[in-house]
């Protein structure tokens, strides 16, 4: 059986049609992981023991010949930021390097309802700050198209172990673009949900208003099927939203005559890389033949969207990140002789720098003096962004851009300038701001034969449309 | 411009120590950072209502109140089952079995 090419649907039915069991799959994706991936480093923790106990669950069910789950026998990884029961949980940060989860986070719980089986947790940058996993508290992830280069962040190794082969699919999370960058760098699809279409709960915070869990997949259906089976309402999240969930692989193949596809003239100027704009107008293109109506949009705000995001997503950070004080959980200092003084040991020694950077930050937009003219200023314009996409998503469908202005960038490229790794989110910020859901889905290759990816943008709990969308175009270019 | 005594007094808000070198970074990041936003003041928002989550979009007509268009998220104000307390204080650095121990707080 060919590891590389399996997808959901191809390792459900292997299961079921007994040409494997579980259990053999399971084998075979860790002897993969164990031969290939210390070249890559995309996982921290294998959790061998809990991925045997839901392979035997599978074939005790598929022995009976009972009717198997959706997902049954599916090999998938976890980011390292999303809770796992009786496993190392860590963020990918030393504060955390010892953190055993009492709890499991909802979408890693539904997975395994729905069959799944988890065969480990994902590198990421630390806390998922950052756009190249190079802050990964343990060790850097490479891309595993291009070794020399990074896979993207901060779901780094969500995106490299599906790219690698050494899982079917991945969850990450996406704060700013932290499953679309590196999906996009990677090669492989990407969907950043709604807000509040999959729960939050057991996701270690970043920036709550913010935060997003979604999967990575080889294709659009096998994102729409993972997807379908971790979304919905959640008592543990009140921001999880009472909506149905719809049955997002049947969209997959629908017909897209007449759908309006917005092309917002913002993501098309300065700083785009000549090859990704060529791709994603061939993408675009695709849509055309395929009978969309191609809209020439603004969204007038968007060289505000990256200053407004880091304000917003750091001062959010500052006060989730209070509660690593080492009293509860993860390490503590050990020489401090007062409380304050091993609050202060315990956070030095346990976040990285560019953790701290965004705390210092969050925290001086919070302060006062500054709260109006930074952290009050960027919500406002936040409103602006959102009005944006309303006055487009009145004249289109869905919007297409690049995901990235660049392919990926090399190991240390940009690793000593803040500002230069920030603007790389430039097309992607904007989605968390507003809350609406986007997709990266493979769109070409550069010359050095770097993956390319175009985003799809929809309305709020529109993803069918943008999976029917993204698939058009994963069709015409494969 | 952020000065090394905010870059001080934030290290203390936040509960950061910073080496003398990470003090010096610091200064030269955020003042960099937050040189790129001041661009937002380019824009007038005066009458811009501030947005502080998403969650109060979803489909909801603009004069429903934030408690009508939130009432999914309410529950009956009643006891369920937790975090068993042995799970609860199984990640502590320091307990004595019922309690979190941390150095002394008050000097006396």
Do not use: W
């Amino acid at each position: 059986m060919n590891l590389e090419m399996l997808t959901v649907d191809a390792a459900r039915t292997a299961v079921l049609e007994k040409q494997t069991t579980a259990m053999a799959l399971v084998d075979a994706f860790y002897q993969k992981i164990e031969a290939e991936d210390p070249a890559i480093g995309a996982y921290l923790t294998l959790c061998k023991e809990r991925a045997h106990r839901q392979a035997e669950r599978v074939d005790a069910l598929a022995d009976k010949g009972d009717a198997l789950p959706p997902l049954a026998g599916v090999p998938v990884a976890i980011k390292d930021v999303l809770t796992t029961k009786g496993v190392r949980t860590t963020a990918g940060s030393k504060i955390l390097g010892n953190f055993i989860a009492p709890y499991d986070a909802t979408a890693v719980a539904r997975l395994e309802i729905a069959g799944a089986i988890v065969l480990g947790k994902t590198n990421c940058d630390e806390f998922a700050m950052g756009s190249s996993n190079e802050n990964s508290g343990f060790h850097p992830v490479k891309n595993p198209r291009d070794h020399s280069r990074v896979p993207g962040g901060s779901s780094g190794g969500s995106a490299a172990v599906v790219a690698a082969g050494t899982a079917v699919a991945s969850l990450g999370s996406d704060t700013g673009g932290s499953i679309r960058q590196p999906g996009a760098f990677c090669g492989v699809v990407g969907l950043k949900p709604t807000y509040g279409r999959v729960s939050r709960y057991g996701l270690i915070a970043f920036a709550s208003s913010l935060d997003h869990v979604g999967p990575f997949g080889k294709t659009v259906k096998d994102v729409a099927l993972i997807l379908r089976h971790m979304a919905g309402r959640d008592p543990m999240d009140s921001t999880s939203a009472d909506l149905p969930v719809p049955d997002y692989a049947s969209e997959i193949g629908q017909p897209v005559t007449g759908l309006r596809i917005g092309v917002p003239k913002e993501y098309f100027g300065e700083g785009l890389d000549p090859e990704v704009r060529a791709s994603v107008e061939a993408g675009i293109q695709e849509l055309a033949k395929a009978g969309c109506e191609i809209v020439t949009v603004s969204l007038l705000h968007t060289e505000y969207a990256i200053p407004t995001y880091y304000l917003i997503a750091t001062a959010e950070a500052s006060s989730n990140l209070a509660r690593f004080d080492g009293v509860r959980y993860g390490l503590r200092a050990k020489e401090a002789k007062t409380l304050a003084e091993m609050y202060r040991k315990t956070r030095d020694a346990g976040f990285g720098t560019e953790v701290k950077r965004r705390i210092m930050l969050g925290t001086y937009a919070l302060s006062a003096g500054y709260y109006d003219a930074y952290y009050l200023k960027a919500q406002k314009v936040r409103s602006l962004l959102a009005h944006d996409f309303d006055e487009a998503f009145a004249k289109v469908d869905v919007i297409a851009t690049p995901t990235t202005p660049t392919p990926a960038f090399k190991l240390g490229e940009k690793a000593d300038d803040p500002l230069a790794m920030y603007l790389a989110d430039i097309y992607t910020v904007t989605a968390n701001l507003v809350g609406v859901p986007g997709i990266t889905v493979p769109c070409g290759t550069s010359k050095e034969g770097l993956p390319i990816g175009m985003q799809i943008l929809g309305r709020h709990f529109d993803e069918a449309t943008l999976l029917k969308t993204a698939h058009v175009v994963e069709h015409a270019l494969a | 411009m952020v000065s090394e005594k905010d870059v001080s007094y934030v290290a203390d808000l936040a509960h950061l120590e910073l080496t003398a070198e990470e003090r010096a970074r610091m200064l030269k990041d955020l003042n960099s950072i937050l040189g790129y936003m001041e661009r937002l003041n380019q824009l007038d928002t005066a009458d811009v209502e501030p947005m502080a989550q998403v969650a109060r979009r979803y489909g909801v007509a603009k004069d429903v109140s934030s408690g009508e268009a939130l009432a999914y998220a309410m529950r009956a104000d009643e006891l369920r089952p937790s975090l068993p307390h042995e799970e609860a204080m199984s990640n502590a650095p320091q307990t004595d079995g019922t309690f979190f121990k941390v150095p002394k707080v008050i000097e006396r």
